[in-house]
């Protein structure tokens, strides 16, 4: 019987076995999950966000192995946090184990020394509240386009022959998650960027107007920066930033009112997604635009409770700088 040990990362970058690891099932994970957690006792190690998502997919088998580490007698409080602040919030549902959620709460109310300093106490505190009512907890999907042919039609540019390849990036990382809806920019290399997935899911891609990218005017080699700097600015005949996040964030907002607890793939443009997380958070700006304004596509993942961002996770990119 194979025992998937070879799987395991052999150091920080070994992402080798992740795609294998993604697809075993419950019963085939069990026996290595205790190594796998080793791995995400720092989430700055390249290879523990691909470890986390591993673990994602098995919560009934991983949450017998958490109450271990989560103890007072375990002193790594770093790696607590990154369980509860990382690995439960892949889940929608608190733990079914019930030693596992009092736990929880111990380091929520009655927190050690090193878990206060950790702040493993406020994770807790923000976890138990957050998933107070795990209805609430909905999962959207962001995929930015793959890279497209070049044109004055900006609506309807198709994907190019790399971008098509790329593409498929876009299934393999939704492939096993319980997709409920494809809703989409109305911009051909938007759609077709996740159309592959949606055909797959048997699902029909919803189109809506709002979600469309920023309206480009003449070009000014200065008016990015200006327009980061300004929300109010646009060059000629373009359009500014604010007016593009209004509309997306509005759009947005439906979609969380109309599918609170789903999972939603949203297919997107790089400027738009852009101001749609500085919305929530004001380190996406200028020069996050900048990091990911090659990569095509680019997968980003957010969960919410009801109407507030609590968590972000980069999901996959293709870097198409040259």
Known sequence: MNDY????????HDVSG????MLLSDEEIEGVVSSLLNWIQDMNWPVAKYVIKVLGVHKNVVEKH?????????KDAEWKKNIISELLYEWSLYPSDELV???IRRIANNPTNEEKEELVDEAARTYLEDYKNPDNITTVIFVRHAKSVYGEDDRNRPLSEEGIEDSKIVLKVLNGRNIDVFMCSPYKR?????????????INILVDERLRERKCGSYDSESLKKR???FTYAEENGECLKSVQDRNTE???????????????????GTALSTILNKYNSMYDYDYFLRI????????EAKFSGDKLIKISEIAYVNKEV
């Open 101 to 103: 959620l009092e736990e």
């Open 5 to 12: 040990k070879d799987l395991i990362p052999k150091d920080k």
């Open 66 to 74: 958490l109450l271990k580490v989560l103890k007072v007698e375990q």
């Open 251 to 269: 759009a947005l907002g439906d979609i969380l009112t109309n599918y609170k607890g789903k999972t939603i793939v949203i297919g997107t443009h």
């Open 228 to 230: 980061w700097n300004d």
């Open 18 to 21: 992740i795609g294998k690891l």
């Open 190 to 202: 938007s759609m077709d960027t996740i159309k592959e997935a949606a055909d797959y899911y048997k």
């Open 293 to 300: 304004v090659n990569w095509m596509p680019y997968v980003v």
